[in-house]
Each structure stands twice: as structure tokens, then as C-alpha cells.
């Protein structure tokens, strides 16, 4: 036990690592990235979510039935292949 005790004596009078002073502020500014990540990744899951459900909601709803339009879309009375009789 005597021999413990040294050891320990020995290592209280040494002089501290100056890394230490400086591992508040890595530790906090690894806590505010872990912090953002999860921001981030609750975001994204509940983006799915989100989609997951308008999609599901949306195939539960009945739809009209597709009718062809009658002319394509931007062509009128008046394009050339109307007045040529195409």
C-alpha cells in the first residue's frame, strides 16, 4: 500500500497536461455536432414519414377514371395541320 501511495504522491506533484484546459471546449463543440446530427436526422425521418403517409393516403382515395383529351395539349383549331385538313 505504501508503495501505491508514492506512486500517487508522485503523480499529484507533476504539472498537469495542457490539453487538459482545452478539453472543455472540444467536448461541448462535440456535443453541439452530435446535437445537429440528430436535428438532422429526426428531420429526415419525419420527412419520410411524411411521405409514407400522403402517398398511402393517396392510394385510399378514389380517383377519376383518365379520359383522353380530345386535341393535344396546345395544339387549337388553327394550327396548320387543322386548316390543311391533315
Not at 393516403?57 to 386548316?83: E, F, R, T
Amino acid at each position: 500500500m505504501a508503495d501505491l501511495d508514492h506512486w500517487l504522491d508522485a503523480v499529484r506533484s507533476e504539472p498537469s497536461d495542457g490539453r487538459l484546459a482545452q478539453m472543455d471546449a472540444a467536448v461541448m463543440e462535440g456535443l453541439a455536432r452530435h446535437r445537429d446530427r440528430m436535428t438532422a436526422r429526426r428531420s429526415l425521418m419525419l420527412a419520410g414519414l411524411l411521405a409514407v403517409g400522403i402517398g398511402w393516403a393517396g392510394s385510399l382515395v378514389p380517383g377519376a377514371p383518365a379520359q383522353a383529351a380530345s386535341l393535344p395539349i396546345g395544339m387549337s383549331d388553327y394550327a396548320p395541320s387543322s386548316l390543311l385538313g391533315q
